[in-house]
């Protein structure tokens, strides 16, 4: 299958993870990082904020590129009541790790698709069931500054994985972008679309 485009498709984004989702509908696309300062007043569920916050960086991006379509993402974990962003240090880090260890939690990524005439946000939640933990492992996968860059503090892809026990939903939505309903959005807007099989 082979996907095309006529549009200008900006992703904007700085993560390493979301390009290389991004790249695997094979169509051309430009990075641009939307620099937005991801703080948020006011309650918001974790659906709201995780939109709200793809919203911000997409905003920021298609107000310099008013002629292209501009995606922007933004993942966060709810564990209970807390939502857990990229930890600050690698004691939040380890701190996020006793919350993960032997419970369930939600990984939501925000999507928004800004373009001339588009304006579409969507959630997508996947649930991850982390192993019991123990502190000699916390202590040794924080060190090794993985969680760093990482909602919740761990990567799914990276040694992150080693602590996973289960999985319900869409894996890359974890790793920080939901590819798979992205690609179904953006076929049903007809910004991307099947290059037709040449007759032979
Ligand atoms: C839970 C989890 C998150 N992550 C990453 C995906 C995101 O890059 C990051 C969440 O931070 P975000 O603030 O969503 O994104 P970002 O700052 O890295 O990039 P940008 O805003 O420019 O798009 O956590 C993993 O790589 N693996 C995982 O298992």
Avoid: C, W
Avoid at 119 to 124: G, N
Avoid at 155 to 167: A, P
Avoid at 176 to 195: K, N
């Amino acid at each position: 299958m082979k996907l095309i485009t006529d549009k200008k498709i900006i992703l904007a984004s700085e993560s390493p993870r979301r390009k290389e989702l991004f790249s695997s509908l094979g169509i051309p696309f430009e990075v641009q990082p939307s620099g937005v300062v991801e703080e948020l007043e006011g309650v918001y569920d974790p659906e709201q904020m995780a939109i709200a916050i793809a919203d911000l960086k997409a905003t920021e991006v298609f107000r310099k590129n008013p002629d292209a379509i501009v995606i922007a993402a933004d993942t966060t974990v709810r564990i209970g009541k807390a939502l857990l962003s990229k930890p600050t240090s690698n004691a939040q880090a380890k701190k996020f790790m006793k919350l993960l260890s032997g419970k369930v939690h939600n990984v939501i990524t925000g999507v928004t698709i800004l373009g001339p005439g588009i304006s579409i946000a969507f959630a997508e939640s996947t649930l991850v069931k982390f192993y019991e933990l123990s502190n000699k492992e916390i202590d040794a996968y924080v060190e090794s500054g993985d969680p760093l860059d990482k909602a919740g503090g761990y990567g799914i892809q990276t040694m992150g994985g080693l602590f996973v026990e289960k999985i319900q939903g869409d894996y890359n939505n974890v790793v920080g972008l939901p590819i798979s309903r992205l690609y179904r959005t953006l076929v049903t807007l007809e910004v991307i679309e099947f290059e037709k099989e040449k007759s032979k």
